[in-house]
């Protein structure tokens, strides 16, 4: 049986890059997944259109993640579409990347809205449902860059510092309920996001990377689907970083 058979699983930002894998990793999982875009909208629609062809329960519903009333709208939405809401991934975000000096207040603000506070109200949004179930699980899409910092990124990589120490803390909060709440941190994975890079910031990115080769969304929704699984039943408040080895953990 597939491991996520009969699950209802929401993942935010699934109209491209690591949100796209994911989606189509949890589908061919058995999952029913409730995706979300937030301008993409041929993208999603063309996307929900295959994936349904193909015989899979991929429904994609309009959300800025920023917007917190929209957000428990949303998963109102899902409940009464599905009845249930087994598990919840976090994945939209966004760069605004400059050096301090020129960072604007709408710079930070944006990126802590949509990579971080999302988090905060996503997670509070499910948390009634996954509560009444007795079970849930939550994983959020973090980054190296939250653990190592980046020169150009103070907005993002304090975001993305924010998910891992939410995580623990939700970790913590909801181990009694079982609800499980993990991160991954992602390093340099091939998306829309990273198209930005010049050459030379690809090729500096690459030899930090002990595994020579940039990642793709499918070595992070391989890890995702694990971590909804039943497999991963014994973890919570982890950070896992699937980066070719980039950053080693202790
Ligand atoms: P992309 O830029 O390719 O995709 C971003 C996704 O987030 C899109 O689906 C986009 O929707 C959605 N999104 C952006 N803003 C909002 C919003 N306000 N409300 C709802 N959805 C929104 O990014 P990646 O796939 O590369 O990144 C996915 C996640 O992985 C992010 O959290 C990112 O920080 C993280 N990450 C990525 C790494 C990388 O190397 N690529 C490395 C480490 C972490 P729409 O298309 O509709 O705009």
Not at 180 to 207: F, H, S, W
Request: proline share 2%; glycine share 10%.
């Amino acid at each position: 049986m597939s491991k996520l058979e009969g699950s209802v699983v929401i993942v935010t930002g699934g109209s491209r890059g690591i949100g796209e894998a994911i989606i189509r990793r949890l589908a061919h999982e058995g999952a029913t997944v409730h995706a979300t875009y937030n301008a993409s909208s041929a993208s999603a629609d063309a996307i929900a259109a295959e994936l349904t062809a193909a015989g899979f329960s991929v429904r994609f519903h309009q959300l800025d993640v920023r917007d917190g009333a929209a957000c428990q709208r949303f998963v109102e939405t899902v409940l009464a579409e599905s009845s249930r809401i087994d598990g919840l991934v976090n994945n939209a975000g966004i760069t605004r990347d400059t050096l301090l000096l020129r960072m604007s207040e709408s710079d930070w603000d944006e990126v802590i809205a949509t990579n971080l506070r999302s988090v905060f109200t996503m997670t509070k949004a499910v948390l009634r449902p996954m509560l009444a179930q007795r079970q849930g699980r939550i994983v959020n899409i973090s980054s190296v860059v939250g653990i190592t910092g980046n020169a150009g990124q103070a907005n993002y990589a304090a975001s993305k510092a924010g998910v891992i120490a939410f995580t623990k803390s939700a970790a913590r909060e909801l181990a009694s309920r079982n609800i499980l709440v993990n991160c991954i941190a992602p390093g340099y994975i091939e998306t829309d996001m990273t198209g930005k890079l010049t050459d030379q910031q690809r090729q500096a990115l690459l030899q930090s990377v002990p595994l020579g080769r940039a990642g793709t969304g499918d070595d992070v929704a391989a890890v995702v689907a694990f971590l909804l699984s039943e497999d991963a039943r014994y973890i919570t408040g982890q950070t896992i970083a699937v980066d070719g080895g980039m950053v080693m953990l202790p």
